[in-house]
């Protein structure tokens, strides 16, 4: 099984209509999560929560929605189920998302907080399986790239939107309760998906079974890599709140947000490109060796303007690596498997989210923000050394055997 793509023939060819639907439901449904992400470390604040609360409720928003990933990866190995699946998940965050308006203590932040990450855990997994069967291996990462830069239009819009609300004198809380209408959209884009999307290979009906470890060997040494990483990548809030730190206004804060994902809707369709026409490990190793290098910018920076920069370099490492990520994760599941594939992904990526939290809220408490960052580049920088080294073994591996194909 090789991770090294094909070469793209059919890089101009139209992508599937299900791709381009989900790619709509990740825009309206990422403006709406968007509105309140940015806006959400300072509210907190104004609620009497700290650093070590921000960390819990991010890490434990990502470790519920892992845990749920993994049950939703399982059922979506069935394709009948996929799409039901992810209409629930995009569903049940919509709900729950604009209810955080009401919010009057931290703990009632970590409650909406869990209900709309268990909404993504819901659709994560299936939807991925849905974008990954639509397309042939030489297209998956430009299908993944396409709909992540969709996903990233929709956190450029959301912070853009946000800031013209307050900007026009609403509240915090009213910009809150308004995420409720592109979240609602996020749903009605669902119409444009088919009941039963085209997949490439037919195969058997998959027997959905709740075995624990039903994909090979590099597959879970893989996971075991991006658990490093993950370990090291804790909540985006982070950063924001850093920059705060660093003299960046509240009013400026929605709009570097935006900027921040506007390089990640470039990189994100570049990424996707790339990762169809080279190695997709290295390709995730160069972008992994830039965000530790981002992290222990942070950690030294001074001024405004230097916030700015690292977090438009970050972004774009971040968008570049996304889709190869997961053209890889096709590239190492059986197709009958892509479900429960890309739900130990998503599992593996959340379920360090509480640690990866705690330990940078503890850090950054403790210690200071420098520490905290430090130590979160410093296992991105790990994480690309034993992946390197996987990507050695697995090519003289397939030397040694002459195997070739995925």
Same mark, same amino acid.
């Given at each position: 099984? +090789?991770?090294? =793509?094909?070469?793209?023939?059919?890089?101009?060819?139209?992508?599937?209509?299900?791709?381009?639907?989900?790619?709509?439901?990740?825009?309206?449904?990422?403006?709406?999560?968007?509105?309140?992400?940015?806006?959400?470390?300072?509210? #907190?604040?104004?609620?009497?929560?700290?650093?070590?609360?921000?960390?819990?409720?991010?890490?434990?928003?990502?470790?519920?929605? +892992?845990?749920?990933? /993994?049950?939703?990866?399982?059922?979506?190995?069935?394709?009948?189920?996929?799409?039901?699946?992810?209409?629930?998940?995009?569903?049940?965050?919509?709900?729950?998302? =604009?209810?955080?308006?009401?919010?009057?203590?931290? %703990?009632?932040?970590?409650?909406?907080?869990?209900?709309?990450?268990?909404?993504?855990?819901? !659709?994560?997994?299936?939807?991925?399986? /849905?974008?990954?069967?639509?397309?042939?291996?030489?297209?998956?990462?430009?299908?993944?790239?396409?709909?992540?830069?969709?996903?990233?239009?929709?956190?450029?819009?959301?912070?853009?939107?946000?800031?013209?609300?307050?900007?026009?004198?609403?509240?915090?809380?009213?910009?809150?309760?308004?995420?409720?209408?592109?979240?609602?959209?996020?749903?009605?884009?669902?119409?444009?998906?088919?009941?039963?999307?085209?997949?490439?290979?037919?195969?058997?009906?998959?027997?959905?079974?709740?075995?624990?470890?039903?994909?090979?060997?590099?597959?879970?040494?893989?996971?075991?890599?991006?658990?490093?990483?993950?370990?090291?990548?804790?909540?985006?809030?982070?950063? #924001?709140?850093?920059?705060?730190?660093?003299?960046?206004?509240?009013?400026?804060?929605?709009?570097?947000?935006?900027?921040?994902?506007?390089?990640?809707?470039?990189?994100?369709?570049?990424?996707?490109?790339?990762?169809?026409?080279?190695?997709?490990?290295?390709?995730?190793?160069?972008?992994?060796?830039?965000?530790?290098?981002?992290?222990?910018?942070?950690?030294?920076?001074?001024?405004?303007?230097?916030?700015?920069?690292?977090?438009?370099?970050?972004?774009?490492?971040?968008?570049?690596?996304?889709?190869?990520?997961?053209?890889?994760?096709?590239?190492?599941?059986?197709?009958?498997? /892509?479900? !429960?594939?890309?739900? %130990?992904?998503?599992?593996?990526?959340?379920?360090?989210?509480?640690?990866?939290?705690?330990?940078? @809220?503890?850090? %950054?408490?403790?210690?200071?923000?420098?520490?905290?960052?430090?130590?979160?580049? @410093?296992?991105?920088?790990?994480?690309?050394?034993?992946? %390197?080294?996987?990507?050695?073994?697995?090519?003289?591996?397939?030397?040694?055997?002459?195997?070739?194909? =995925?």
């Amino acid at each position: 099984m +090789s991770e090294h =793509p094909e070469p793209a023939s059919h890089a101009t060819a139209a992508l599937p209509r299900a791709v381009i639907a989900l790619g709509l439901t990740s825009f309206f449904a990422d403006v709406g999560s968007e509105m309140i992400f940015p806006l959400m470390p300072a509210f #907190l604040a104004t609620l009497g929560a700290t650093p070590v609360f921000l960390g819990l409720l991010e890490g434990a928003a990502e470790a519920t929605a +892992s845990t749920v990933k /993994l049950l939703a990866g399982r059922l979506a190995d069935d394709p009948s189920r996929r799409k039901k699946l992810v209409v629930a998940g995009y569903g049940l965050a919509a709900l729950a998302r =604009p209810v955080v308006a009401l919010a009057t203590s931290p %703990w009632h932040v970590l409650g909406v907080r869990l209900t709309d990450r268990v909404g993504k855990g819901i !659709r994560g997994a299936p939807r991925d399986a /849905l974008i990954a069967a639509a397309v042939p291996r030489r297209d998956a990462g430009r299908a993944f790239g396409v709909h992540r830069a969709m996903d990233h239009a929709g956190a450029v819009v959301g912070p853009l939107v946000a800031a013209a609300l307050l900007a026009a004198g609403l509240p915090v809380r009213a910009v809150f309760a308004l995420a409720a209408i592109p979240s609602v959209l996020s749903v009605l884009a669902l119409r444009g998906v088919p009941t039963a999307a085209p997949v490439v290979a037919t195969l058997p009906k998959p027997v959905v079974t709740l075995e624990p470890k039903p994909i090979d060997r590099g597959f879970r040494a893989y996971l075991a890599i991006l658990l490093v990483f993950a370990l090291g990548s804790s909540s985006d809030a982070f950063l #924001l709140l850093r920059a705060k730190e660093l003299g960046v206004s509240a009013r400026g804060i929605p709009l570097l947000w935006a900027a921040f994902h506007v390089v990640k809707v470039l990189s994100a369709r570049a990424g996707g490109s790339l990762a169809d026409r080279v190695s997709r490990p290295r390709l995730i190793l160069a972008g992994w060796l830039v965000y530790a290098a981002g992290y222990a910018g942070f950690a030294m920076a001074r001024a405004p303007w230097q916030a700015v920069t690292l977090l438009v370099i970050y972004g774009a490492s971040a968008g570049l690596v996304e889709p190869a990520e997961k053209a890889l994760v096709k590239d190492l599941v059986p197709a009958g498997r /892509l479900g !429960r594939g890309f739900g %130990w992904y998503g599992f593996v990526l959340g379920i360090a989210a509480i640690p990866a939290g705690l330990l940078t @809220g503890g850090l %950054w408490t403790f210690a200071g923000p420098k520490v905290a960052l430090g130590v979160a580049g @410093g296992f991105a920088a790990g994480a690309a050394v034993a992946l %390197w080294v996987w990507a050695r073994a697995r090519e003289r591996e397939r030397r040694a055997t002459g195997a070739g194909g =995925p």
